[in-house]
């Protein structure tokens, strides 16, 4: 058994497209578990940590802004080997690139401009997970 945890964020796009309950319908279809759930819009500063890793690349600031832009719906997901699984419920970064079946797949949109609005983040490692668990749910 490898239970693990990972932080899903429901992103300002997929929050205004009344994507929120498809995601997390998904996610419990696959068999996780929601262990924390809020709604708020996120600080510069916040995002500013939870992106660290992008520090210095031409989008960082430009996928802060988008992030602060609106509500976000911050989950924290819990079942075997869920950090791998939701990354591949989620689908490749870019929504055009990503296959059918996957939430970006079949519900993002072309990138265009708007490169940033691929309606979710998942943690992609057990070490960001905790990371970014600590950032979003510091009380648990
Ligand atoms: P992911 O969200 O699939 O983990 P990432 O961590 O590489 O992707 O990037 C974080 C977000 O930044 C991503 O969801 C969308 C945006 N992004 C990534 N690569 C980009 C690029 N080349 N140009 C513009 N935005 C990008
Ligand atoms: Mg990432």
């Not at 802060?64 to 950090?83: K, L, Q």
């Not at 797949?105 to 668990?133: C, F, M, T, Y």
Request: glycine share 10%.
């Amino acid at each position: 058994m490898t239970t693990e945890r990972s932080l899903v964020l429901v992103k300002p796009d997929g929050f205004a497209r009344g994507l929120t309950g498809e995601v997390l319908r998904r996610i419990e279809a696959k068999g996780y578990r929601l262990v924390a759930l809020q709604v708020l819009t996120p600080d510069l500063d916040r995002l500013h940590v939870h992106y660290e890793e992008h520090v210095g690349k031409p989008f960082f600031e430009p996928l802060c802004e988008f992030m602060s832009s609106g509500p976000v719906t911050a989950v924290v997901i819990e079942g075997e080997r869920c950090i791998e699984g939701f990354r591949a419920l989620a689908g490749a970064t870019d929504p055009t690139a990503a296959l059918p079946g996957t939430i970006r797949g079949d519900l993002g949109r072309d990138w265009g401009r708007k490169v940033q609005e691929n309606i979710v983040h998942g943690s992609d490692s057990p070490e960001s997970a905790a990371r970014e668990i600590g950032i979003w749910f510091p009380e648990l």
